[in-house]
């Protein structure tokens, strides 16, 4: 069946890398998402990766694909206190399946 | 660019009333999700409306309900609230539809809350 598992909690220390992975498993999924939400809102869309990519660069973000394994990463440069939110990854299905998502903690 | 708008951002309904949730989408959007969220089982899909048809439907009873209008807005209908229920509802737009084809966009969510 359809799911996507993700590591529950991440801690790091502002200034620091974070690394948030997330394994799928709809091989046929054409687009692999990351969304972020902040406390009280919605989900924010920050970044997507085509299923033929390996790689993909947004500024801080960096998204890694590894088809073979089913494993998706998405890496924040330069943590800031601003980026503590829950990260969801999401494969594509019959509709988006989504992750249960990972609090990040960014401590000063 | 407006976002997705949904409307109201909270609500407090009592067992076996009935609620409505409005969403207005992107404009130019033409496909509308809707999301069910809750700490226990995260997000869970409910339907999908494209050119005011249902495409997709997820695993809820016939309780949970929604249609989608000609300008694209779409509401939700929730009859016979049960405890349960109480969660954050999420609308989702995206451009053409397809989830493969163009990212879903979310809009803050109506927190529906059943005492």
């Known amino acids: 069946g359809e799911d996507v598992e993700q590591s529950l909690f991440l801690s790091v220390r502002e200034g620091d890398s974070s690394v948030i992975n997330c394994t799928y498993t709809d091989s046929s999924s054409t687009y692999l998402y990351w969304y972020k939400q902040e406390p009280g809102a919605g989900l924010q869309l920050l970044t997507y990766i085509f299923s033929n990519m390996d790689m993909k660069q947004d500024q801080r973000l960096t998204v890694l694909l590894n088809k073979k394994d089913k494993h998706l990463s998405l890496r924040i440069a330069d943590t800031q206190t601003g980026d503590s939110a829950i990260y969801f990854c999401a494969e594509v299905g019959t509709a988006l399946i989504f992750g249960k998502g990972t609090t990040l903690s960014v401590s000063s | 660019k407006a976002g997705v708008t949904q409307t109201p951002r909270y609500l407090i309904k009592t067992r076996g009333q009935q609620v409505t949730l409005s969403c207005s989408p992107i404009?130019?959007?033409?496909?509308v999700s809707w999301y069910q969220q809750t700490p226990g089982q995260g997000l869970q899909f409910l339907f999908e409306?494209?050119?005011?048809?249902?495409?997709n439907k997820g695993n809820f009873p016939g309780r949970f309900s929604g249609r989608q209008f000609s300008n694209s807005r779409s509401e939700m209908n929730v009859s016979t609230l049960e405890l349960g229920d109480s969660a954050l509802y999420l609308c989702a737009s995206s451009s053409i539809g397809g989830l493969g084809d163009s990212p879903l966009h979310f809009g803050n969510g109506t927190r529906l809350t059943v005492t």
């Open positions: 404009s130019g959007h033409r496909s």
């Open positions: 409306y494209f050119s005011e048809t249902q495409r």
